[in-house]
């Protein structure tokens, strides 16, 4: 009977950073554009202070407009507000700015002492300001909204719902800045499917899919809400633990791989894991290239017996 834990403390070899360097996705996480950072930025900030400025906006623009008249258009004027706020906040807030800015426009009309052919048409302009302002707030919102789905879908693994190779690489980088700064440990745990192959081979490739995904259920359900598990490719995952250490691992770990091979016998399919863990202490390196490689050297090695669980750990 294999032991459960398999401590090994030595490091890895430069030929083995070198072999395994290619494991984790070598490219660094995209930097957003500068662009990207400012919206990020201002989607931060709190909605009662956007509901504040955007109100503020209005009522600025309602009084310039009020001062020059009804020659002078004012609908970009009032649209930037309506979109600022429409788009940090969400759809109901908008279309309520968006009655503020037509009641705001109507006003305007009204003291202005124009005179009008009809003295219905200040009220009818009003609608149809108010009209314009909603379908703006309309587009606006269902953009945001497919604009998140892509993004989140650009993030998740099509076939078990994890987070993808690319994304986890992002978390990676961001939790090893935090860890740095903050001086706080992590662990990075990654692991394969043993014998994934012949089933595949033996049972079919729509059983083989329905492992994975039970395999990616069974994590995602004991883990912590804070914890990130994500599917490198093939039959390879990996699992995020911030502010985590070796005995925190270690019980997080056991549980995953006792429910998983609990699964598999059930089912009757011979597929085992082996399982890599690196704990991480400050202070820690920058994610360059040779960081990568001993990350991969780490966690994504398999461990030596099929069901033996291989650890190893960084100081």
């Not at 996480?29 to 990207?36: A, K, L, R, V």
């Not at 426009?105 to 108010?130: C, H």
């Not at 899919?209 to 598990?229: F, G, K, P, S, Y």
Request: hydrophobic share 40%; aromatic share 10%.
């Amino acid at each position: 009977m294999n032991q459960f834990l398999q401590t090994k403390t030595e490091n890895p070899s430069e030929e083995s950073l070198t072999q395994m360097g290619a494991v984790i996705n070598k490219q660094e996480p995209p930097t957003d554009s500068f662009f990207g950072l400012i919206v990020e930025y201002l989607s931060k900030l709190p909605k009662p202070l956007w509901i504040s400025v955007g109100s503020v906006m209005v009522l600025l623009v309602g009084i310039v407009n009020r001062l020059a008249g009804p020659e002078l258009s004012s609908t970009v004027f009032y649209l930037i507000p309506i979109a600022l706020v429409t788009w940090f906040t969400k759809r109901s807030i908008g279309l309520i700015l968006s009655m503020l800015s037509a009641l705001s426009w109507l006003i305007a009309d009204l003291s202005s002492g124009a005179t009008y052919s009809f003295s219905d048409i200040p009220y009818w302009n009003g609608v149809a300001r108010v009209s314009s302002f909603f379908v703006l707030t309309f587009i606006l919102s269902e953009l945001k909204t497919a604009l998140k789905q892509e993004k989140e879908s650009s993030r998740t693994d099509f076939l078990t719902g994890t987070r993808n190779r690319r994304y986890f690489m992002e978390l990676l980088n961001t939790e090893i800045n935090r860890a740095r700064r903050y001086e706080r440990p992590f662990t990075l745990v990654s692991f394969d499917l043993d014998n994934f192959k012949m089933v595949n081979d033996r049972f079919g490739h729509s059983t083989g899919d329905r492992i994975l995904r039970l395999v990616a259920r069974a994590i995602q359900e004991n883990i912590r809400v804070t914890d990130t598990v994500a599917r490198l490719g093939g039959d390879e995952f990996a699992i995020l633990l911030p502010e985590t250490g070796r005995n925190v691992a270690e019980t997080i770990l056991r549980r995953v791989r006792n429910i998983n091979l609990d699964i598999m016998k059930r089912h009757g399919w011979p597929v085992t894991l082996s399982i890599g863990v690196v704990t991480f202490k400050s202070p820690l390196p920058r994610l360059t290239r040779r960081f990568r490689s001993l990350i991969s050297s780490c966690t994504m090695q398999k461990a030596t017996e099929r069901t033996a669980t291989n650890m190893k750990f960084l100081e």
